[in-house]
């Protein structure tokens, strides 16, 4: 969650509200079949207090200042399917709500290639609310377009694309604690260049230089996670000095990035097969900045683990 800093208050203004006695709420919206009934799922697990497909008009009524509300934390999910829905009203009342010193508000926009939407709506037969009678994939491109603005605007974009339903659990159970102090939550995500850069992904770093456990055969089917692997890829000649400007170069941007009010970022490690080498610098780097007392999820995109 984004730290909170008061506004100044003039001569006629009350006490601000302190952060621990604000009512954190979470909006949930994004396209249809991009994950966001898990993202809910996942947040009901941590203690929040879940409300689906919310008519838009009640958002406001739902939140007004001075009801007593029994969870500490409310998440609402509202999409294209919600009664009265506008991306232009929907933006407007989210600006009023984050004007509300008793708030702590974050809006989570669950996003999804096309193409895997498509599949996904065709495995399951299900009809894309925006289709009707004309097909899946102009229902999709219906609801990007009119979701654009919804999804500029948004705090935090996940993308599921290639993510598995765990993965998705994994990162909002990471970035939404209820017991959180706030702060900058860092994501680091192995993946594999033969099925593309990871849309999501603020900052990549390309490690295919690093020598290959690939090749030798009684370290091909292990992944990075592996002390033999692992010691393999640390013994290339190259890599301290590389490990040491990298976690040098985040030790020294995230205090940046969360001074500047970033809340999320995603640091992408990517080797041929997503499997050894990219997984190894997730695991090592995400250790490294845990151990400094940064809030970090390790995630391997293109790699299953039990």
């Known amino acids: 969650m984004n730290e909170y800093f008061p506004p100044e208050a003039s ?35 941590l203690g929040y207090e879940t409300i689906d ?4 008009a009640f958002l406001t ?22 009664r009265g829905f506008s991306a232009e009203q929907f933006l407007r009342r989210v600006e009023a709500l984050r004007e509300r010193a008793d708030l702590d508000l974050q809006v989570a926009f669950i996003d999804c290639a096309e193409d895997v939407l498509a599949r996904r709506y065709t495995e399951t037969r299900h009809r894309h609310p925006m289709a009707e009678d004309r097909p899946v994939r102009d229902g999709i491109a219906l609801e990007q377009r009119l979701m654009a603005d919804v999804r500029d605007d948004s705090d935090d974009v996940i993308d599921t694309t290639l993510l598995t339903t765990n993965d998705l659990k994994r990162l909002i159970k990471q970035r939404y604690p209820l017991d959180s102090v706030g702060g900058l939550s860092v994501t680091m995500m192995s993946f594999s260049y033969k099925k593309g850069l990871p849309r999501e992904a603020d900052l990549v770093f390309d490690v295919r230089f690093l020598d290959n456990p690939h090749w030798v055969p009684e370290l091909r089917p292990g992944t990075g996670r592996d002390p033999e692997v692992a010691a393999y890829v640390a013994a290339d000649p190259v890599f301290p000095e590389f490990d040491q400007h990298v976690t040098g170069m985040l030790t020294f941007l995230l205090p940046l990035y969360q001074k500047e009010g970033k809340s999320y970022l995603t640091v992408a490690f990517g080797c041929t097969g997503g499997r050894h080498r990219s997984v190894f610098m997730a695991e090592r780097v995400g250790g490294v900045l845990r151990e400094s007392g940064h809030r970090v999820t390790v995630i391997h995109r293109d790699t299953l683990f039990a």
Do not use: C, F, Y
């Open 53 to 56: 497909n919310l008519p838009l």
């Open 61 to 82: 009524a739902l939140l007004s200042p001075g009801e007593e509300h029994p969870a500490r934390g409310v998440a609402i999910n509202v999409d294209i399917r919600s």
């Open 11 to 45: 001569q006629d203004e009350e006490e601000t509200v302190a952060p621990a006695d604000r009512l954190v709420v979470v909006l949930v919206t994004g396209l249809s079949g991009a994950g966001k009934s898990t993202a809910m799922k996942a947040l009901e697990d």
